[in-house]
Antibody, heavy 116, light 110 residues
Framework: EVQLVESGGGLVQPGGSLRLSCAASGFTFSSYWMTWVRQAPGKGLEWVANIKPDGSAKNYVGSVKGRFTISRDSAANSLYLQMGSLRVEDTAVYYC?????????WGQGTLVTVSS | QSALTQPPSASGSPGQSVTISCTGTSSDVGTYNYVSWFQHHPGKVPKLMIYEITKRPSGVPDRFSGSKSGNTASLTVSGLQAEDEADYYC??????????FGTGTKVTVL
C-alpha cells in the first residue's frame, strides 16, 4: 500500500527538542522530493520544509530556519524533521507529504504541543 | 513570506458552481505556474485537487478546474455536491525557493 506514516509527536516544553519521523512505503521513496507541512490548531496549512530526492538540497520557511533540520534516509525509506528551540507557536499537527509542489500523498499527521 | 489571500468562505447550492480566488504577488502566483489546490475535510488528510494551475490528478472529478490571471489563481467547482463541503487551500512556489499556502476557504453546500 502506498502510504506515509508520521511518528514522534508529543508534548515538549518551550526551548526543547523533538524529532519527527515519516515512514514511506509502496513507492520508490528515493525518487521523490519530500515535504513537511504543519497546521496549528484552528489555523491554515503552512509549508515548513522540503528536501531533494538525493538530500543535496533543503529549503525552509523563514520562521524555522536555524531551528529545524529536514533529512532523509533512503535505505530506511524515511523522512525526518529535527526540531529545536521549540516555541509555543510551533504547536501544530505536522504532516509529511510527497512531492515538490503538487503534494499528492500525505500522512495522517502527528501532533506536536509546545507548552510549559 | 505572507500567506496567499483567499476569501474565508464561499457557498452554493447543489448543482451550482463556486469559484475560489487565491491572490498572491509577482514573487509567487504571478510569476510561477506551480499553483496547487488542496481539499481538506476537518480531521482528514489534505487531498491534492489541482496542480500546475490546471492539471487534475487521476481520480479527481473534472468538476474541479483551475486557472490563473496575473497574480490571482482560481479554483472552480462545478455541479456542487454535498461531499465538496470542505476547506480549500491554494499553494504556490515562490521566488524565495520555497512554497506558501493560502489562508484557506471554507466551502459550504447549502
Amino acid at each position: 500500500e502506498v502510504q506515509l506514516v508520521e511518528s514522534g509527536g508529543g508534548l515538549v516544553q518551550p526551548g526543547g527538542s523533538l524529532r519527527l519521523s515519516c515512514a514511506a512505503s509502496g513507492f520508490t521513496f528515493s525518487s521523490y522530493w519530500m515535504t513537511w507541512v504543519r497546521q496549528a490548531p484552528g489555523k491554515g496549512l503552512e509549508w515548513v520544509a522540503n528536501i531533494k530526492p538525493d538530500g543535496s538540497a533543503k529549503n525552509y520557511v523563514g520562521s524555522v530556519k536555524g531551528r529545524f533540520t529536514i533529512s532523509r534516509d533512503s535505505a530506511a525509506n524515511s523522512l525526518y524533521l529535527q526540531m529545536g528551540s521549540l516555541r509555543v507557536e510551533d504547536t501544530a499537527v505536522y504532516y509529511c507529504a510527497r512531492g515538490w509542489g503538487g503534494f499528492d500523498l500525505w500522512g495522517q499527521g502527528t501532533l506536536v504541543t509546545v507548552s510549559s | 513570506q505572507s500567506a496567499l489571500t483567499q476569501p474565508p468562505s464561499a457557498s452554493g447550492s447543489p448543482g451550482q458552481s463556486v469559484t475560489i480566488s487565491c491572490t498572491g504577488t509577482s514573487s509567487d502566483v504571478g510569476t510561477y505556474n506551480y499553483v496547487s489546490w488542496f481539499q481538506h475535510h476537518p480531521g482528514k488528510v489534505p487531498k491534492l485537487m489541482i496542480y500546475e494551475i490546471t492539471k487534475r490528478p487521476s481520480g479527481v472529478p473534472d468538476r474541479f478546474s483551475g486557472s490563473k490571471s496575473g497574480n490571482t489563481a482560481s479554483l472552480t467547482v462545478s455541479g456542487l455536491q454535498a461531499e465538496d463541503e470542505a476547506d480549500y487551500y491554494c499553494s504556490s512556489y515562490t521566488a524565495s525557493n520555497n512554497f506558501v499556502f493560502g489562508t484557506g476557504t471554507k466551502v459550504t453546500v447549502l
